[in-house]
């Protein structure tokens, strides 16, 4: 689930003066809104402008993202690719690859986007890829898990994104009145905040983004 955390007029009223994103985002944010039962979980206009800006500024060859849903976030990832950059996204529900597949061809990036359908866990043990970039949007409980998994496999300097990271504010409730999925969130982000490899930025838009770039082994 994804909330917005400060008040909607002032994330519509900053959507507004923020560049529009693509036609046909719009229309994959549409379909998605008619067609899925947790459409909140689409990164969205604010987050998707944010993803495509870090993608120019790192011109990117390798980029991860883990949670494709409808397929917007690797669409925004896929636009600041180096000409021979390709991104690598996974997705456990693979009814969903109709809709995703639809929109990496209409976007013009399905050539530079590679799918991979099941368990993320599973999934990152055959991706050893030497990444450039990462997005982790997938099931809270495992965030941590992912983390280590690519790690080793991150280049200095490369930046991991992670989504959901105050879980619609619910990380500042009382211990026994968390969730699985705040307590994991919580975990996660100490567990970075005490990587000294790592310099981390937690940004609280939307539902909770950190911005984290490696800068040691």
């Known amino acids: 689930m994804t909330s917005i955390l400060f008040d909607a007029a002032l994330n519509d009223y900053a959507a507004k003066l923020s560049t529009p994103q693509l036609p046909i985002l719009n229309e994959l944010e549409r379909e998605t809104y008619r067609k899925e039962m947790q459409p909140v979980m689409l990164s969205g206009h604010l987050q998707?402008?944010?993803?495509q800006l870090i993608s120019h500024l790192l011109r990117p060859r390798k980029v991860l993202d883990i949670g494709t849903f409808t397929g917007y976030s690797a669409i925004c990832l896929a636009q600041g690719l180096d000409e021979n950059g390709v991104v690598h996204t996974i997705e456990l529900e693979e009814e969903r690859s109709e809709i995703a597949q639809k929109y990496f061809e209409a976007s013009g990036f399905s050539h530079k986007i590679i799918a991979h359908y099941g368990y993320a866990s599973e999934i990152l043990n055959t991706l050893?890829?030497?990444?450039?970039?990462?997005?982790?949007?997938?099931?809270k409980p495992n965030y941590a898990?992912?983390?280590?998994?690519?790690?080793?496999?991150?280049?200095?300097?490369?930046?991991?994104?992670?989504?959901?990271?105050?879980?619609e504010g619910r990380v500042l409730l009382p211990i026994e009145e968390q969730g699985k999925n705040e307590k994991a969130?919580?975990?996660f982000n100490e567990k970075i905040k005490n990587d000294k490899r790592v310099e981390v930025t937690i940004l609280p838009i939307r539902d909770g983004i950190s911005i984290i770039r490696k800068i040691a082994l």
């Open 185 to 187: 969130m919580n975990l």
């Open 128 to 139: 050893k890829e030497p990444w450039d970039l990462v997005f982790i949007d997938a099931d």
């Open 48 to 51: 998707g402008n944010i993803l």
């Open 145 to 167: 898990a992912y983390y280590d998994a690519i790690f080793d496999y991150l280049k200095i300097g490369a930046i991991i994104i992670a989504d959901n990271v105050l879980f």
